[in-house]
């Protein structure tokens, strides 16, 4: 079993930026990790969850375009964390941030929430 949890949701004003962190624990070694693809998806009121953004084993990264030169994901396989950096933020990326966990079987986190208003 694996366990997700986000942080680093919040309020922010447009332009603004946030970072969020997933950190994975349980029955879990970093080298299992390291082999996962992590991702970041989001779900906003009254529609389905979506892609943001992935990262695979080997740091290959794939973003949704409405993210694109704005959003990066990283992660640290030492500290079996990955990272979610939101910059030029917009009200439409108002959303519950979800953190998933994929290697043979899958795995998600609570979510976090990101509103941005003025």
């Known amino acids: 079993q694996v366990q997700l949890v986000e942080s680093g949701g919040g309020l922010v004003q447009p332009g603004g930026s946030l970072r969020l962190s997933c950190a994975a624990s349980g029955i879990i070694s970093r080298m299992t990790f390291s082999r996962a693809i992590m991702g970041w998806y989001r779900q906003a009121p009254g529609k389905q969850r979506e892609l943001v953004a992935i990262?695979?084993?080997?740091?290959?990264?794939n973003y949704a375009d409405f993210v694109k030169g704005r959003f990066t994901i990283s992660r640290d396989n030492a500290q079996n964390t990955v990272q979610l950096q939101m910059n030029s933020l917009k009200p439409e990326d108002t959303a519950v941030y979800y953190c998933?966990?994929?290697?043979?079987?899958?795995?998600w986190g609570q979510g976090t929430q990101v509103t941005v208003s003025a």
């Open positions: 990262i695979t084993s080997d740091g290959n990264t």
């Open positions: 998933n966990y994929r290697l043979k079987v899958e795995y």
